[in-house]
Protein backbone atom coordinates (compact mmCIF):
# COMPACT_ATOMS: atom_id res chain seq x y z
CA UNK A 1 0.00 0.00 0.00
CA UNK A 2 0.65 3.54 -0.69
CA UNK A 3 1.90 5.72 2.32
CA UNK A 4 3.87 8.67 3.02
CA UNK A 5 5.21 9.53 6.84
CA UNK A 6 5.95 13.22 7.75
CA UNK A 7 7.73 11.75 11.41
CA UNK A 8 7.56 16.02 12.74
CA UNK A 9 4.43 17.71 13.80
CA UNK A 10 6.19 20.33 14.32
CA UNK A 11 9.44 22.34 13.38
CA UNK A 12 11.01 25.49 14.85
CA UNK A 13 13.78 27.35 12.84
CA UNK A 14 15.11 31.09 13.39
CA UNK A 15 14.71 33.93 10.68
CA UNK A 16 18.05 33.37 8.15
CA UNK A 17 18.48 29.88 9.40
CA UNK A 18 18.27 26.73 6.70
CA UNK A 19 15.25 24.38 7.25
CA UNK A 20 14.34 20.90 6.60
CA UNK A 21 10.55 19.34 6.42
CA UNK A 22 11.15 15.47 6.51
CA UNK A 23 8.53 13.40 4.39
CA UNK A 24 9.40 9.28 4.08
CA UNK A 25 7.47 7.39 1.45
CA UNK A 26 6.36 3.70 0.71
CA UNK A 27 5.04 2.86 -2.96
CA UNK A 28 5.11 -0.40 -4.90
CA UNK A 29 6.40 0.99 -7.95
CA UNK A 30 8.48 4.27 -8.83
CA UNK A 31 7.41 6.94 -6.92
CA UNK A 32 5.99 10.50 -7.52
CA UNK A 33 6.43 12.99 -5.38
CA UNK A 34 5.03 16.77 -4.63
CA UNK A 35 5.37 19.37 -1.92
CA UNK A 36 2.57 21.53 -1.25
CA UNK A 37 1.80 24.90 1.76
CA UNK A 38 -0.99 25.74 3.37
CA UNK A 39 -2.00 28.66 5.07
CA UNK A 40 -4.94 29.30 7.63
CA UNK A 41 -8.09 28.35 6.12
CA UNK A 42 -6.39 28.08 2.79
CA UNK A 43 -6.49 25.61 -0.10
CA UNK A 44 -3.19 23.68 -0.96
CA UNK A 45 -0.66 25.37 -3.35
CA UNK A 46 1.77 23.43 -5.16
CA UNK A 47 6.04 24.04 -4.18
CA UNK A 48 7.72 21.01 -6.49
CA UNK A 49 7.37 17.77 -7.57
CA UNK A 50 10.23 14.88 -8.25
CA UNK A 51 9.26 12.81 -11.27
CA UNK A 52 12.48 11.64 -12.45
CA UNK A 53 16.30 12.67 -13.21
CA UNK A 54 17.91 15.14 -10.72
CA UNK A 55 17.31 13.84 -7.55
CA UNK A 56 17.81 18.16 -6.44
CA UNK A 57 14.26 19.53 -7.54
CA UNK A 58 13.81 23.53 -6.99
CA UNK A 59 10.60 24.71 -6.55
CA UNK A 60 8.58 27.93 -5.83
CA UNK A 61 9.52 30.41 -3.31
CA UNK A 62 13.21 29.31 -3.02
CA UNK A 63 12.55 25.63 -1.51
CA UNK A 64 13.93 22.78 -2.34
CA UNK A 65 13.93 18.74 -2.18
CA UNK A 66 16.28 16.15 -2.42
CA UNK A 67 14.86 12.48 -3.60
CA UNK A 68 16.70 9.62 -1.95
CA UNK A 69 15.52 6.29 -3.55
CA UNK A 70 17.80 4.25 -0.72
CA UNK A 71 16.43 5.84 2.09
CA UNK A 72 13.00 6.71 0.31
CA UNK A 73 12.79 10.24 1.37
CA UNK A 74 11.90 13.57 -0.03
CA UNK A 75 12.90 15.96 2.37
CA UNK A 76 12.29 19.92 1.65
CA UNK A 77 14.37 22.26 2.47
CA UNK A 78 15.17 25.77 1.73
CA UNK A 79 19.07 27.68 2.79
CA UNK A 80 17.57 30.82 4.51
CA UNK A 81 14.09 30.81 6.23
CA UNK A 82 11.77 33.93 6.29
CA UNK A 83 9.11 34.51 8.62
CA UNK A 84 6.06 34.57 5.76
CA UNK A 85 6.88 30.42 5.27
CA UNK A 86 5.43 29.91 8.65
CA UNK A 87 2.73 27.47 7.71
CA UNK A 88 1.46 24.04 7.03
CA UNK A 89 3.45 21.80 4.73
CA UNK A 90 2.15 18.12 3.22
CA UNK A 91 4.05 15.63 1.55
CA UNK A 92 2.49 13.37 -1.22
CA UNK A 93 2.94 10.76 -3.41
CA UNK A 94 1.68 8.76 -6.23
CA UNK A 95 2.38 5.36 -7.41
CA UNK A 96 3.55 5.16 -10.89
CA UNK A 97 2.08 1.63 -10.64
CA UNK A 98 -1.05 3.07 -9.75
CA UNK A 99 -3.16 2.98 -12.64
CA UNK A 100 -6.06 5.20 -13.60
CA UNK A 101 -6.79 7.95 -10.74
CA UNK A 102 -4.78 10.75 -11.65
CA UNK A 103 -5.99 12.99 -8.98
CA UNK A 104 -5.64 10.30 -6.01
CA UNK A 105 -2.17 11.54 -4.02
CA UNK A 106 -1.24 10.12 -0.82
CA UNK A 107 -0.94 12.92 1.42
CA UNK A 108 1.07 12.77 4.95
CA UNK A 109 -0.36 14.66 7.78
CA UNK A 110 1.22 17.64 7.84
CA UNK A 111 4.03 19.97 9.67
CA UNK A 112 3.87 22.90 10.69
CA UNK A 113 6.18 25.16 10.21
CA UNK A 114 7.43 28.00 12.85
CA UNK A 115 10.08 30.59 11.62
CA UNK A 116 10.76 33.16 14.88
CA UNK A 117 12.42 36.29 13.91
CA UNK B 1 -7.09 33.88 -15.33
CA UNK B 2 -9.21 32.12 -12.57
CA UNK B 3 -8.19 29.34 -10.23
CA UNK B 4 -10.32 26.46 -8.82
CA UNK B 5 -13.65 28.02 -7.32
CA UNK B 6 -15.19 26.20 -4.59
CA UNK B 7 -18.79 26.88 -3.17
CA UNK B 8 -20.02 27.57 -0.45
CA UNK B 9 -16.74 28.85 1.26
CA UNK B 10 -18.39 28.20 4.79
CA UNK B 11 -21.59 26.19 5.70
CA UNK B 12 -23.45 24.34 8.60
CA UNK B 13 -25.38 21.81 8.94
CA UNK B 14 -27.27 19.62 11.07
CA UNK B 15 -26.75 15.92 11.56
CA UNK B 16 -28.95 13.76 8.91
CA UNK B 17 -28.99 16.23 6.66
CA UNK B 18 -27.90 16.65 3.09
CA UNK B 19 -25.02 18.79 1.30
CA UNK B 20 -23.59 19.62 -2.09
CA UNK B 21 -20.67 21.27 -2.71
CA UNK B 22 -19.44 22.59 -6.22
CA UNK B 23 -16.33 23.06 -7.82
CA UNK B 24 -15.81 24.94 -11.23
CA UNK B 25 -12.14 24.03 -12.53
CA UNK B 26 -9.60 25.74 -13.86
CA UNK B 27 -10.42 26.55 -17.73
CA UNK B 28 -8.97 23.75 -20.15
CA UNK B 29 -8.78 21.45 -16.68
CA UNK B 30 -10.91 18.48 -17.48
CA UNK B 31 -10.17 15.92 -14.05
CA UNK B 32 -11.92 17.00 -11.14
CA UNK B 33 -11.02 15.71 -7.86
CA UNK B 34 -12.47 15.86 -4.29
CA UNK B 35 -10.13 15.59 -0.93
CA UNK B 36 -11.63 15.41 2.92
CA UNK B 37 -8.88 17.56 4.93
CA UNK B 38 -10.38 17.00 8.67
CA UNK B 39 -8.45 18.90 11.44
CA UNK B 40 -4.89 18.37 12.08
CA UNK B 41 -4.64 15.70 9.42
CA UNK B 42 -3.81 15.73 5.64
CA UNK B 43 -5.90 15.64 3.16
CA UNK B 44 -7.62 12.11 1.94
CA UNK B 45 -8.72 11.46 -1.62
CA UNK B 46 -12.71 10.87 -1.79
CA UNK B 47 -13.33 10.84 -5.79
CA UNK B 48 -11.80 11.92 -9.51
CA UNK B 49 -13.55 12.55 -12.35
CA UNK B 50 -12.63 12.68 -16.16
CA UNK B 51 -14.43 13.44 -19.00
CA UNK B 52 -17.73 13.37 -16.91
CA UNK B 53 -16.73 9.54 -15.79
CA UNK B 54 -15.64 8.51 -12.36
CA UNK B 55 -12.23 7.53 -12.66
CA UNK B 56 -11.10 6.33 -8.75
CA UNK B 57 -12.66 6.03 -5.50
CA UNK B 58 -11.57 6.49 -2.01
CA UNK B 59 -12.69 4.66 1.06
CA UNK B 60 -15.53 6.65 1.91
CA UNK B 61 -18.84 5.36 2.26
CA UNK B 62 -21.86 5.38 -0.04
CA UNK B 63 -23.26 8.43 1.81
CA UNK B 64 -20.28 10.72 -0.53
CA UNK B 65 -21.13 10.67 -4.19
CA UNK B 66 -20.18 13.09 -6.91
CA UNK B 67 -20.76 14.16 -10.86
CA UNK B 68 -19.08 16.16 -12.99
CA UNK B 69 -21.33 18.06 -15.69
CA UNK B 70 -20.41 18.85 -19.56
CA UNK B 71 -18.64 21.94 -18.89
CA UNK B 72 -16.44 19.95 -16.40
CA UNK B 73 -17.62 21.63 -13.17
CA UNK B 74 -18.53 19.02 -10.01
CA UNK B 75 -20.97 18.23 -7.69
CA UNK B 76 -19.69 16.71 -4.01
CA UNK B 77 -23.00 14.97 -2.25
CA UNK B 78 -23.01 13.66 1.25
CA UNK B 79 -26.14 12.57 2.54
CA UNK B 80 -27.22 11.78 6.50
CA UNK B 81 -24.62 13.95 7.85
CA UNK B 82 -22.32 12.57 10.64
CA UNK B 83 -20.57 15.17 13.39
CA UNK B 84 -17.43 13.34 11.54
CA UNK B 85 -18.25 14.41 8.05
CA UNK B 86 -16.83 18.40 9.85
CA UNK B 87 -13.86 18.69 7.55
CA UNK B 88 -12.42 21.08 4.74
CA UNK B 89 -13.68 20.03 1.29
CA UNK B 90 -11.31 20.47 -1.29
CA UNK B 91 -11.71 20.37 -4.60
CA UNK B 92 -8.70 19.88 -7.26
CA UNK B 93 -7.59 19.63 -11.05
CA UNK B 94 -4.83 18.68 -13.16
CA UNK B 95 -3.76 20.20 -16.27
CA UNK B 96 -4.51 17.98 -19.27
CA UNK B 97 -2.15 15.27 -20.75
CA UNK B 98 0.34 15.19 -17.91
CA UNK B 99 -1.35 11.67 -17.00
CA UNK B 100 0.55 10.32 -13.36
CA UNK B 101 2.63 12.94 -13.30
CA UNK B 102 0.77 16.14 -13.12
CA UNK B 103 0.28 18.43 -10.10
CA UNK B 104 -2.96 19.09 -7.89
CA UNK B 105 -4.43 22.40 -8.27
CA UNK B 106 -6.13 22.91 -5.16
CA UNK B 107 -9.16 25.71 -4.86
CA UNK B 108 -9.53 27.45 -1.30
CA UNK B 109 -11.75 25.00 0.01
CA UNK B 110 -15.74 24.47 1.66
CA UNK B 111 -15.44 24.49 5.46
CA UNK B 112 -18.52 21.98 6.52
CA UNK B 113 -19.10 22.06 10.18
CA UNK B 114 -21.63 19.22 10.87
CA UNK B 115 -23.76 20.05 14.38
Known amino acids: AQSVAQPEDQVNVAEGNPLTVKCTYSVSGNPYLFWYVQYPNRGLQFLLKYITGDNLVKGSYGFEAEFNKSQTSFHLKKPSALVSDSALYFC???????????????FGKGTKLSVKP | DAGVTQSPTHLIKTRGQHVTLRCSPISGHKSVSWYQQVLGQGPQFIFQYYEKEERGRGNFPDRFSARQFPNYSSELNVNALLLGDSALYLCATTSPGQGNTGELFFGEGSRLTVL
Open chain 1, 92 to 106: AVRDSNHGGSQGNLI
